[in-house]
């Protein structure tokens, strides 16, 4: 029988940032050097309202860790509304992702400005360290798409 | 199939350094569909995009990926490349691997890897991209400024000098802002009235600039190029048309008992009443909560003396509906009141004034006609301190993180001007650090120090007290590590500076983005300094951040420019990543049009083809002039028939797969 050499866990993090405030919050963090992990991958969409639930689905499907979800601050939504819509979704489908075992820690939204780097390292940071302490995620991954 | 090339940059050492660049173009040359891979200095210099423009050609690629800085960055720079070398502008997409990768990590196999998977996301997502074509729109030709002070005048001024349209929005009675209440400027010491005036006079006799006085915004619809904005026009209760400003009613009204806002409440005014002698549009206007005909429907003495009838008790607001093409914003500063500085005794000592209030008991046209009085008792003062960074540069609540930049120097120039006229009067500035950075500044804060003997002490006052008419002042000397006792006949506050209240309410309307200190936003801090990043807005003076004036005029037309290289174009291209409904799927059930915030959608009747079937179908269809490409509507389409391009469902998928893989 082989035993596997077990790997340090790190965490798989996506995550979603609106292009007007959050994702400007981390070019911010970026010039200003504020480190936080590399497991975290950003991508880029045009507002918080953009981000489907099926794409937050899909990324634990595929084996994401954690996902966050960043947009502006309520009321300060580029397109007025958006992130109002993200809001109710994310409760919405954070709770019953909670209800099918996916740790409410596991799922997060962040409203970080343009202005906030500062911010958008440490909320970064911290869910990292969240997600660490949770360990892998396994619920929802897709059998048929692991190797 | 795509042929895909892949575009490294070294950015310097900016990415080089942490990121093993040749790894990251050798890794994703293996990646399905990559055809070419190279990496580079400097993709964005002339020689970089030639080597871009170059592998398109050579190669035949129907698809680009840049692995640089922030697609904020460049990204409008590589789709020009793209284009120039014939290939579809919106068949590029850009790995970020400076800002949010190589600037943030230290580890350099972890930087590379990243940069690999950001890479990878960026691929998976250009294979699915199809060409966009933008579609034109008109601009209109006229401009809005929002707020009449130095930087709203001075960017109107040279809009209209370029020969467009320009209305000015004021919410005051007349135009003028703070500078029409200074006294004098540094570091020149010109009459603020002397060089404002004049520039007021040309903003009201200009035919190319409107003047919407004591108006506010009340909504704002449209976007960049077609702005549709509501003005409201609040009652003067005296018709602007008539009135000669001949201020026979000012002089009559019995209404006295009203503090003058314009001398900050250190003498009364009238309830009709012209803000102060060179106000534009010289007219007066009545405060409803001050006239004794409205509140109680007897005296009417104004309307019985204006020989020319313009009093109107029955005037009621209205509202104003104009097309701009482009809107600028000057809302300006307010300074805030010292009330929560318990410690200076602003609240409770007549003779303790912010810097504003001791500009108007300088100001020859002040209450005070220009001769320093204290305003307990009316005597000359012989000892003045000077506080500065009240409020500013603090960690507390009660305190504004930032410096307020002016407070220096007008202190310096204040501290100057009583040493001037008053010699034997003792000066005294605390300070935390004197900030002079500016041409002529600190030449002219060593004149307050050295030629007219104003007394700098590094240090903070801890608590300012009466006693027996006399104010003691409690301070610090940081450099003697002394305690000081001070006795002082004034004590002047450099409270901090912060934008105006109406400036939150107005960036919702605008949709533009504003710090956490409700400073407008703009959209690069070095290279977009009078933009904000909502398209069509333009930021002129304070509301951007704390300025001096000739900051703040610099400032004002370079937004000016910025408005005339909008308004000259004839057309303008819309930002192609709108929604678009596919008809086959979409059963018309109105859900998308009630989030669509800009009311893009509306529903056809349209004869469908759907499984062989030939139909009349009602279907929801977007207005691509008027959708913004926020997505609401994709995401709440319950039969998945709502798309975004540019950002596809399809498109969002194979970023997260190729990362999660």
Same mark, same amino acid.
């Given at each position: ?9 790190? *965490?798989?993090? =996506? ?5 007007? @405030? /959050?994702?400007?919050?981390?070019? %911010? ?7 936080? *992990?590399?497991? =975290? ?5 045009? @507002? /918080?309202?953009?981000?489907?639930? %099926? ?93 | ?661």
């Amino acid at each position: 029988m082989q035993v596997e050499e077990k790997k340090e866990f790190t *965490p798989l993090i =996506v995550a979603f940032c609106c292009n007007w @405030c /959050s994702y400007a919050g981390a070019d %911010l963090a970026g010039s200003n050097r504020l480190n936080y *992990p590399a497991n =975290v991958k950003i991508i880029r969409v045009p @507002c /918080s309202c953009r981000v489907n639930p %099926l794409f937050i689905l899909r990324a634990f499907q595929r084996g994401a860790d954690g996902v966050i979800m960043c947009g502006c601050h309520p009321g300060d939504c580029h397109y007025t509304t958006g992130n109002y819509y993200a809001r109710r979704r994310m409760t919405t489908l954070f709770s019953m992702l909670d209800y099918l075992g996916i740790e409410k820690e596991r799922t997060r939204v962040e409203w970080v400005s343009a202005a906030e780097g500062v911010k958008f390292a440490a909320t970064m940071k911290d869910f990292a360290e969240t997600i660490q302490k949770l360990g892998e995620n396994r619920k929802l991954r897709d059998l048929r798409c692991e190797k | 199939m795509q042929r895909i090339g892949v575009f490294v940059c070294w950015c310097g050492t900016n990415i080089a350094a942490t990121v093993d660049v040749a790894k990251v173009a050798e890794t994703l040359k293996s990646e399905p569909g990559v055809v070419f891979a190279t990496d580079y200095q400097y993709m964005c210099s002339a020689s970089g995009q030639e080597i871009i423009k170059n592998a398109i050609k050579e190669h035949n690629l129907t698809g680009v990926v840049i692995c640089s800085c922030s697609p904020r960055m460049h990204e409008a720079t590589f789709r020009k490349t793209v284009q120039a070398a014939g290939i579809n502008p919106y068949m590029l997409e850009i790995a970020n691997i400076r800002e949010q990768c190589s600037w943030i990590h230290k580890d350099k196999e972890e930087a590379t890897e990243k940069a690999i998977i950001l890479g990878r996301a960026a691929i998976a997502k250009v294979h699915l991209n199809a060409p966009l074509t933008s579609m034109e729109s008109p601009v209109v030709k006229r401009a809005l400024v929002i707020g009449g002070g130095i930087a709203g005048i001075q960017t109107a001024l040279d809009i209209a000098d370029a020969g467009f349209e320009v209305d000015i929005v004021e919410k005051q009675p007349t135009i003028g802002g703070k500078m029409a209440q200074l006294d004098k400027t540094f570091p020149t010491l010109d009459c603020a009235a002397c060089i404002l005036t004049p520039k007021m006079v040309d903003a009201g006799s200009n035919d190319k600039v409107n003047l919407y006085t004591y108006c506010e915004v009340d909504k704002v619809e449209g976007f960049v190029g077609n702005f549709k904005v509501t003005i409201k026009q609040k009652p003067r209760y005296v018709d602007a048309t008539k009135c000669t400003g001949c201020g026979e009613c000012t002089t009559k009204c019995p209404s006295r008992k009203n503090p003058n806002e314009f001398n900050m409440g250190f003498d009364n005014r009238g309830a009709v009443y012209i803000p102060f002698a060179q106000a534009v549009p010289k007219v007066a206007t009545i405060d409803p909560d001050d006239c004794i005909y409205m509140k109680t429907g007897k005296c009417g003495l104004c309307a019985k003396v204006c020989t020319a009838g313009a009093i109107n008790y029955e005037q009621k607001e209205e509202f104003i509906t104009k097309e701009y093409g482009a809107i600028v914003v000057a809302t300006g500063y307010n300074q805030i009141k010292p009330t929560e500085f318990e410690e200076y005794g602003y609240n409770n000592y007549k003779d303790v004034v912010t810097s504003l209030e001791f500009e108007r008991l300088m100001n020859a046209a002040g209450p005070t006609g220009g001769h320093l009085l204290r305003p307990s008792n009316g005597k000359e003062p012989k000892k003045i301190v000077f506080v500065q960074c009240v409020g500013s540069r603090g960690q507390s609540c009660r305190d504004k993180s930032y410096c307020s930049k002016i407070c220096c120097m007008y202190t310096a120039k204040h501290a100057m001007l009583v040493k001037d006229h008053y010699p034997d009067v003792d000066v005294t500035v605390f300070y935390i650090d004197v900030r002079t950075p500016g041409k002529n500044f600190d030449e002219f804060y060593r004149r307050a120090v050295e030629e007219f003997g104003v007394h700098y002490i590094k240090g903070m006052v801890g608590k300012v007290e009466e006693e027996d008419g006399v104010l003691k002042v409690q301070a610090s000397d940081l450099l003697a590590n002394a305690q000081i006792h001070m006795d002082a006949d004034m004590v002047v506050l450099a409270a901090a500076i912060e934008p105006d209240k109406s400036a939150r309410p107005l960036a919702t309307m605008l949709t533009a983005s504003m710090d956490t200190n409700d400073f407008f936003t703009e959209a690069h801090a070095k290279l977009r300094p009078v933009e904000s990043p909502t398209a069509g807005i333009f930021l002129s003076g304070t509301c951007q951040g704390p300025k001096d004036i000739p900051e703040t005029v610099s400032q004002a037309s370079a937004c000016a420019a910025k408005v005339i290289g909008l308004l000259a174009k004839d057309h303008l291209l819309c930002n192609p990543c709108v929604a678009h409904s596919n008809e086959t799927l979409c059963n018309g059930c109105s859900t998308c049009a009630n989030v669509c915030p800009y009311g893009a959608i509306t529903y056809e009747d349209r004869l469908v083809m759907d499984k062989g079937v030939r139909e009349t179908r009602r279907i929801a269809v977007v207005n691509e002039a008027v959708c913004q490409g926020c997505g609401a509507c994709t995401v709440t389409c319950p039969s998945g028939a709502m798309d975004l391009k540019g950002f596809a469902n399809r498109q969002i998928m194979a970023e997260v797969d190729a990362i999660c893989r």
